[in-house]
């Protein structure tokens, strides 16, 4: 069989692994990406309640301590609802909002601290009146912290990946061995049967191995190579009577 140099990426196998691979990249990617904006969505409406909740429940738990002036009270109250982790501060203003009554905020490595009622950063922010019925008697306000959500969107996003990768790899060795056995392989086979018939040599056996459109190439080949040696059969005996 003559030797013809084909690059590796111009190979049928490649073009065909290639196409399979920028499909499936496009398609599970953009669910990946959809999945991930919706997990943002609702992990946003998660944390944006947990505030709303939150700052409604202090300012219910808080109307007595703050008509006392009672600072002990108010601070337990809030110590306690830090006890969830995503709680980053809860601020406590007077009745006027101006002067903060009481304030607790999570250092960076998680400790509760005595604030000033600055608080700043990416938070999630919530407030509502502390009221006995009749009048104001002070604002709470609550800060959740986004840190869960990025973590929990840098861990969905790291694992939507791998999957990915993983997927990729496994149907790309799936699709090699596929396309050995199902294409590459049968083709080979024909071109070497058909080099050898252009050489001459016309006692080759082709024998179709499959039902598809390679197994029709294979007939097609079958026919011609017996074509060809009833065609030179009757030269070869017009050659001899002559």
Not at 55 to 84: C, Q, T
Not at 178 to 204: E, W
Not at 222 to 236: G, I, P, T
Request: charged share 20%.
């Amino acid at each position: 069989m003559s030797s013809v140099n084909i690059r590796w990426y111009r190979t049928i196998r490649m073009k065909v692994v290639t196409a399979v691979i920028v499909s499936c990249t496009v398609v599970f990617g953009g669910l990946s990406a959809f999945n991930t904006v919706t997990e943002q969505d609702q992990l946003s409406a998660d944390l944006l309640k947990l505030t709303q909740v939150t700052s409604k429940r202090l300012s219910k738990h808080l109307i007595g301590p703050m008509w006392d002036l009672d600072r002990d009270l108010v601070d337990s109250a809030l110590e306690a609802e830090m006890l969830e982790e995503n709680v980053a501060a809860i601020v406590v203003w007077d009745e006027g909002g101006n002067i903060v009554f009481s304030a607790r905020e999570r250092s960076a490595d998680g400790s509760l601290l005595v604030s000033n009622g600055a608080i700043a950063g990416d938070l999630i922010k919530a407030s509502d009146e502390i009221s006995n019925g009749e009048k104001s008697i002070g604002e709470v306000s609550v800060f959740v912290s986004k840190q869960q959500l990025n973590q929990q969107l840098a861990a969905s996003t790291f694992s939507n990946l791998t999957t990915l990768t993983a997927l990729i790899i496994v149907m790309a060795i799936v699709m090699t061995i596929v396309m050995n056995q199902v294409i590459i392989g049968p083709i080979t086979r024909l071109a070497k049967h058909a080099d050898d018939i252009s050489h001459g040599d016309l006692k080759q056996n082709i024998v179709p191995e499959s039902h598809d459109e390679i197994g029709l190439l294979a007939e097609a080949f079958h026919r011609m190579q017996n074509s060809m040696r009833v065609a030179f059969k009757r030269l070869y005996a017009k050659t001899k009577s002559a």
